[in-house]
């Protein structure tokens, strides 16, 4: 499998507690990777690291072999053009409008564009998920699976290759997180690259590919979903057993004996 | 003896690091020969304090290198903001309207304040030294040069520098900062260039604006105390005014925009992770924003002198 991403040894340190202890990681292209690991483990900011959000203290972050703390301004905004980050916390922008959250990037990145043809996106956007008529509402008029839904259209309002998702259905209702997994699945029939931190069973069944299990700041398993899943390591059975149900950690053979 | 030990005392105090070691040479020594053992304290004290110093002096080095850099990159990013960042525009327009429009009135109210308090003061006690004509020199120095450029720097501090240092702050903590990251819109070029340009130009305008009312204004009181003719007000007044002045103004005015957009830019990223920072900075901004305009306001009149 080609990566699309790589870490290599990443430290962060976070008001001297050390985060991430020299993890090294590789996110497969066109693959669902999915990041689970117990609360506090370091996820999200794994997560950052692998966007080029949060620089590392040390160690280095590959996109598409090429390091990505040394790229130009011109290159990173091509890396940036290309991907999308649904935060854990939505992060919309509080001064501006549903509506404005979604065009800025098209306003940035597509400035040939009139403002018909944004408008056009960002309500193709909005009426997926019923929000069309709220568009002018503040953040902080929305409800927290409201902003979620936003900070998800927020990251696909420039057909990402790749995208990020730090726990995307926490907050929202079965009806949207049904939308949103239909969304997800059709980003991934695209051939678009998906990692995503999640303890959301459901999401994970429909579309992991790749597991990274984490640990208090270390990757204690790392591997194709099936090879995780038969893992021997009791720490990563665990952690499975705790997301995805005991079922998860069951070999094959006796969940097939099991269906009948 | 008594000086060391309490000098051992003082320094156990001060350096908390190096207590234990103290403590330890304390005990090892304390049998045999007191003045020994003081004096192994001092040197576990003075060990410390130097090692503190280092670290305070360290700190201090990176923290303005930091700063450094931050100005540079404030500075050279807005030079290219015409021609590369569009879309920042409307931020630039919101700051100059947020900073210059909305401070128009309470600039008027203190420009015509001061020019009145000027005016009444020169008429009243001038003429009795038989110096009645250096009402205009007085006006234009107080006004023009020196109270007009600092005063609408003061203003400028309180209203917008406060705002923008915890607007940004608050940006941190909510992790917009990384939201706008993450869709490849560069914060500083975004956020912080038109902020920073916004507070120049509107130190510029505000400047302008202070002068011209702050002398229109105190034409105005003149006629209610001792009545003067318009164009003869305006024509001393002009006669008294040198190019000198304009220019010192607005040099003035620039500077102390450079100094608050870039402390109220600054500060607003120093914030970290908690809410409760963004008070802290917003103190730091005024502070450090009132104490920087004037040092600056000062050697600026020193070279105009010297």
Known sequence: MEDIIRLEKISILSQNFEVLHKVSARLPRGKSTIVMGPSGCGKSTLLKVAAGIMIPESGQVFWEEKNLLKLSEKKTAVFRRCNGFVFQDSALWANKSMFENLALPLQFYCRDWSRAEIEHRVFSLLDIMNLSSQSHLRPAQLSYGERKLVSFLRALVLKPSIIFMDEPTLSVDHEMSERMFKIIKELKAEGCSIIAVTHDSNLISLIADYLLIVKSGYIIEEGNFEQVRRSTNPEVSKILSFVLGEAATYDQDLLDLLNG | MNIPFQLTLYCKKLIFPCQSHSIIGHKSYFVRNKIIEVSIELCYAYKGMVARLGSWFKT????FLYASGFLLTLLRESVFFIKHRQVGFRVLVMQILFTAVEALGIISLISLSLGAVIIIQGISILPKFGQGNLIYTILIIVITR????????????ARSGTAIATELGNMVVSHEIEAYLSVGINPFSYLLVPRFLGVIFSMML?????????????????QFVKPIQFLEYFRSLLSTMEVVDIISSLIKSIVFGIIIGFIATYQGFQVQVASTEIPQIAIKAVGQGFVLCILANALITMIYYI
């Open chain 2, 146 to 157: 020196e109270l007009g450029p600092i005063l609408t720097a003061f203003i400028i501090i």
């Open chain 2, 60 to 63: 201090k080095v990176k923290n």
């Open chain 2, 206 to 222: 505000l400047t302008v604006y202070f002068n011209l009312f702050g002398l229109f204004g105190s034409y105005v009181v003149t």
